[in-house]
């Protein structure tokens, strides 16, 4: 079983950066992977950013994200970032830690274990 819990969303303005953090606490046989995933009231869920644990700490991007967003891993705190500058107020959402022991397929969504989510609000 595997807790995650995110934190650092806010509110910032149109070009600000915010950095979202994301503890996992409890077992999951290493490495595995770890992502970030977004939803908008009445929109559906959305890939943000994966990142696999292991030594080589391969990332994958969604495309509206890739080169304003980085991902990535603290294996000594069990910790995953988000990076994210260039907000946009399209990148207003709901985000979500999730993590599961491979990457692939990883934009559909179908991860085992979930966090609570941290409110991201990017203002015009």
């Known amino acids: 079983q595997l807790r995650l819990l995110e934190s650092g969303g806010g509110s910032v303005e149109a070009g600000g950066s915010l950095r979202l953090s994301c503890v996992a606490s409890g077992y999951m046989y290493n490495p595995y992977c770890m992502g970030w995933f977004r939803q908008a009231p009445a929109t559906e869920r959305e890939g943000v950013a994966a990142?696999?644990?292991?030594?080589?700490?391969?990332?994958y991007y969604g495309d509206s994200v890739e080169g304003r967003f980085t991902i990535s891993h603290d294996n000594a705190k069990n910790t995953m970032y988000l990076e994210m500058t260039g907000l946009k107020p399209e990148d207003t959402a709901m985000y979500y830690c999730?993590?599961?022991?491979?990457?692939?397929?990883?934009?559909?969504?179908?991860?085992?274990?979930w966090g609570q989510g941290t409110q991201v609000t990017v203002s015009s």
């Open positions: 999730a993590a599961d022991s491979f990457c692939v397929g990883w934009l559909k969504g179908n991860w085992r274990y």
């Open positions: 990142i696999y644990t292991g030594s080589d700490k391969t990332t």
